[in-house]
């Protein structure tokens, strides 16, 4: 094996790990999201478990965070949340988050 294919195969693995590092984040983010949503629509128990799960699961209808943007705006629309305070959530969220992989 030559070293170009070496460095290749290195290449893919780092970016491998760092897409799996991103997913995680991602995922970890949208767990306190849909923590801090729960709080605001006051869901305990079982509805805030399942709650929070389908704000993990909204972010894998598209690429990027619209899709859980939209989920938000819409679930918390009569709780006079903005998309404003949702994107600065998300900002707040994904710092923690990536502070607990660090």
Known sequence: MSSFDNREKGFEKKFATEEELKFKINSR??????EWA??????KGEDQKKYIQSVVKADLEEAGDEDVIRKLKKDLENFNV????IRNKISEF???AQSDYQ
């Not at 903005?82 to 305070?85: H, K, R, V």
């Open 29 to 34: 983010r949208n767990r306190y999201l849909g």
């Open 82 to 85: 903005t998309e404003g305070e």
């Open 94 to 96: 994904n710092q923690k």
């Open 38 to 43: 729960s709080a605001i629509l006051q869901f």
